[in-house]
């Protein structure tokens, strides 16, 4: 029977060629288009998971959709205030707890205006825990200078970034140098400034990854107190801010005054400044609490030996989601974000993208199946007379159709291979030769600047899955009509 | 009842037909193409069924064939009735026990001449064994040994009726029917049909049964059945 079917593919040349040409042009899309999405979706997940997000994030339960930039939609700058974890010590020691969490690390999520020399850019910032941070996040490489260490202000910049300003600016960045960075919102501002401890560096270079600037977490949760802020908190933490922090606290205050007209700019660009900030500003210098200080505007208390912040926006997992998991994030006011959610646009874009191309897959499958069964339709009701004469000499109704279902899935199979075989040399040819995508938003949806196509396995199978089943289901039809007729009438058709 | 019973007395009938109705329905026009048909064929002879255009010729071939069901009536092929078959049983029956060669030869056109003979084997997933030498040798009896790789496209008319005669003696049936296998060849070309017909029916005592118009290819039958309206003519 197979010799029969394959022997037909052979001798009805023409049909099998439009046929295989169809469905290569199919496997075609099909492999290279999802291997394409599959490869930039992992990549992500990588990326995210590895260096930015953890596996998941716990966040305080809020109205809009969040991310670690903030809320999703926003753009960086009218960052809308994000809610904070309102039991983070508990939250920590118990989903530490829990054997499928391997680790736990708080964020304070913020932005801010940073001033490098000869430049001034806005940059999302996290205010991170050092010890626990690197930890979880392993793919964060240290490429000069060092780490953030526990309980130390300071700041640290992608490389990607300092030399791309150093380059338009022609003035170097220091490592040690003091960076200012300033928070505005609405009618408010607070301004911090931070030592340049370390550059660090992404596994995979997205363009909007370069300008994320890792902040201790103190100094976040100070730029981002603006809100909070009232004359008695100031009070104390003016207090705390003298009898605690030592030379830093005057640095920092001297910094404060030094650096009014500055800041006037940096705030003028995105409100007017008013003689309430000038005051506010003045007036609120934030000390940064090292570990177990008592921290601004909080009341909660921190685990007196654990180097972590008593308030954060966000906590970042390592480990499994489980319903135990669930079940402790909920009792203790939060919420599970997925690393997708907690990425933020990039990484649902990439998601809205795979979706978006399956979606329109599906259609254009659609369009295929129909063409195919366009073809198939014609060629079977051409082929009346011969399963008739098949018939006639003997042939039951099962062996007909297997022979030509296997007929059409052969030719399914001879398409796919042959995408396949496109899809590989295509592959091959981007391995080989560079192409470098331009745009920034392709760009981070597939995972970097060089365009790559590794042939996904899961992909490829599925492809052939689908191809063989089109090619079957579309003689599957035809074939019903022409063997319903009676053989008598179908032998005598031309 | 009109029986027309052909010679070769003592051995049974391959084919009984007893009062076969057939009646065509074309929109409002209804056509009685066989109205109470009987009629044996013994086994081992070469039987022309003839009669006028529209006589029920081809009907009748046809509902002895499995090709088609009557109405009403029996139908008994080597002593069984065909009623009893279902669609498997039939084709089994027209696979190992009937060949069957039509007016327009009906050979698969991508096949060559070896594959068409062999069809009916393949179909019937038969043994490989020896298949190759019976399939050569028929189409060797019908002269066409040297055209074995050729396609129909390729043969003339009378070869690819010769073609289909291998084909029809392949499974080594007991009954072959023809619907005017002539009809479609010059009369020399025809003759040497009948004479293959002939030879078979000599060395392997397969039946055949053939319709036709052709008074002079009716005559190289050994009993006639007449067919007028539907009906054996006396
Ligand atoms: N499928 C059909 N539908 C309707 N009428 C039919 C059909 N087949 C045959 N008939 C009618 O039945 C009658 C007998 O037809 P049949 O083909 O058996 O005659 P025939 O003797 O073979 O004629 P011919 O010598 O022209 O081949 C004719 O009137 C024909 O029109
Ligand atoms: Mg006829």
């Known amino acids: 029977m197979l010799s029969l079917a394959l022997r037909n593919v052979v001798r009805h040349g023409r049909h099998t060629a439009l046929l295989a040409a169809l469905f290569a042009l199919a496997s075609l899309l099909f492999i290279a288009g999802n291997s394409l999405l599959t490869h930039a979706n992992r990549t992500l997940r990588t990326l995210f998971v590895h260096t930015i997000t953890g596996d998941f994030v716990v966040a305080a339960p809020s109205d809009v959709p969040t991310s670690l930039f903030g809320a999703t939609t926003p753009s960086i700058g009218e960052l809308i205030t994000l809610p904070l974890l309102s039991r983070l010590p508990l939250l920590t020691a118990e989903l530490g707890a829990l054997p499928e969490v391997e680790r736990v690390t708080p964020l304070v999520s913020g932005a801010a205006v940073l001033d490098l020399p000869g430049r001034r850019l806005t940059v999302p910032i996290f205010g991170i825990e050092p010890a626990g941070y690197f930890a979880a996040l392993p793919g964060i490489e240290v490429v000069a200078g060092r780490a953030l260490q526990p309980g130390e202000s300071g700041i640290m910049l992608t490389e990607r970034l300092v030399r791309r300003i150093e380059a338009e600016t022609g003035r170097a960045v220091n490592l040690g140098d003091e960076l200012l960075l300033t928070a505005a919102q609405g009618q408010r501002f607070r301004i911090r400034s931070a030592a340049l401890v370390g550059l660090f560096r992404y596994p995979v270079s997205m363009d909007f990854s370069d300008e994320i600037a890792l902040v201790d977490a103190a100094t976040v949760l100070a730029l981002n107190e603006i809100q909070r802020f009232t004359p008695e908190t100031n009070a104390d933490a003016g207090g705390a801010a003298g009898a605690l922090s030592g030379p830093t606290t005057i640095a920092d205050v001297d910094d404060l005054f030094a650096d009014v007209g500055i800041s006037d700019d940096a705030v003028g660009e995105a409100n007017g400044l008013t003689v309430d900030d000038v005051l506010a500003r003045v007036m609120g210098p934030v000390p940064r609490p090292t570990s177990g200080d008592e921290p601004v505007g909080t009341s909660v208390l921190a685990p007196a030996d654990a180097p972590i912040p008593v308030d954060a926006h966000f906590l970042l997992v390592r480990g499994r989601v489980t319903p135990a998991v669930r079940d402790r994030v909920a009792t203790l006011g939060g919420e599970i974000l997925s690393w997708r959610q907690a990425a933020g646009q990039t990484a649902l874009l990439a998601l809205l993208l795979l979706i978006a191309f399956n979606g329109g897959f599906v259609i254009f499958l659609l369009a295929v199946s129909l063409a195919a069964a366009n073809i198939v339709l014609i060629s079977t009701y051409r082929r009346t007379r011969e399963i008739a004469t098949l018939r006639a000499v003997g042939a039951e109704l099962p062996l007909v159709r297997r022979i030509f279902v296997l007929e059409h899935a052969v030719i399914g199979a001879a398409g796919w291979l042959l995408g396949l075989g496109g899809t590989v040399v295509l592959s091959l040819l981007l391995a080989h030769r560079e192409i470098l995508v331009g745009n920034r938003l392709v760009a981070t949806v597939i995972g970097g600047h060089r365009l790559r196509l590794p042939v996904d396995a899961g992909t490829v199978a599925l492809c052939l899955l689908v191809v063989t089943a089109i090619a079957a289901g579309a003689v599957a039809v035809p074939l019903r009509q022409v063997i319903r007729k009676p053989i008598v009438e179908a032998i005598r058709e031309r | ?234």
């Open chain 2, 1 to 234: 009842m009109n029986t027309s019973t052909a010679d070769s007395p003592g051995l049974p009938p391959v084919v009984t037909v007893s009062s076969v109705h057939k009646r065509y329905r074309l929109g409002e026009r209804v056509v009685d193409a066989l109205r109470g048909v009987s009629l044996t064929i013994p086994a081992g002879t070469i039987c022309a069924i003839v009669g006028p255009s529209g006589s029920g010729k081809s009907t009748l071939l046809n509902v002895i064939g499995l090709l088609d069901t009557p109405d009403s009536g029996t139908i008994r092929l080597e002593e069984r009735d065909v009623a009893s078959l279902n669609p498997t049983e039939a084709a089994r029956v027209r696979r190992t026990r009937l060949g069957f060669i039509f007016q327009d030869f009906n050979l698969i056109p991508v096949l060559s001449a070896f594959e068409n003979v062999e069809l009916p084997l393949r179909v019937g997933q038969s043994a490989k064994a020896g298949r190759r030498e019976w399939v050569m040798s028929l189409l060797d009896a019908v002269g066409l040994a040297d055209h074995w790789s050729h396609r129909p496209g390729q043969l003339s008319g009378g070869q690819q009726q010769r073609v289909a005669i291998a084909r029809a003696l392949v499974n080594r049936p007991g009954i072959v029917l023809a619907d005017e296998p002539t009809a479609n060849l010059d009369s020399a070309t025809g003759h040497s049909i009948l004479e293959l017909m002939h030879r078979f029916n000599r060395e392997l005592g397969t039946t055949f049964v053939f319709s036709t118009h052709d008074p002079a290819v009716e005559e190289m039958a050994r009993s006639v059945v007449r067919l007028h309206d539907g009906v054996v003519a006396a």
